[in-house]
């Protein structure tokens, strides 16, 4: 997928390295910025029971 992505990038080879580069970048930002923070609303990698005390 990746390759098939490279090659048909417009440009020689170092453009297509500089596209490639901000393509990473924005696909890892958007990730960061929107998807991330929606599913941390379905995971419970945040709740701590640190701290908190059992009873029984």
Do not use: C, E, N
């Amino acid at each position: 997928m990746y390759a098939w992505i490279f090659r048909h990038l417009p440009g020689p080879l170092w453009l297509k390295i500089i596209q490639s580069l901000i393509l990473v970048t924005a696909a890892l930002f958007l990730m960061v910025q929107y998807l991330f923070p929606w599913m941390a609303h379905f995971t419970s990698f945040t709740d701590s029971t640190i701290g908190s005390q059992q009873h029984s």
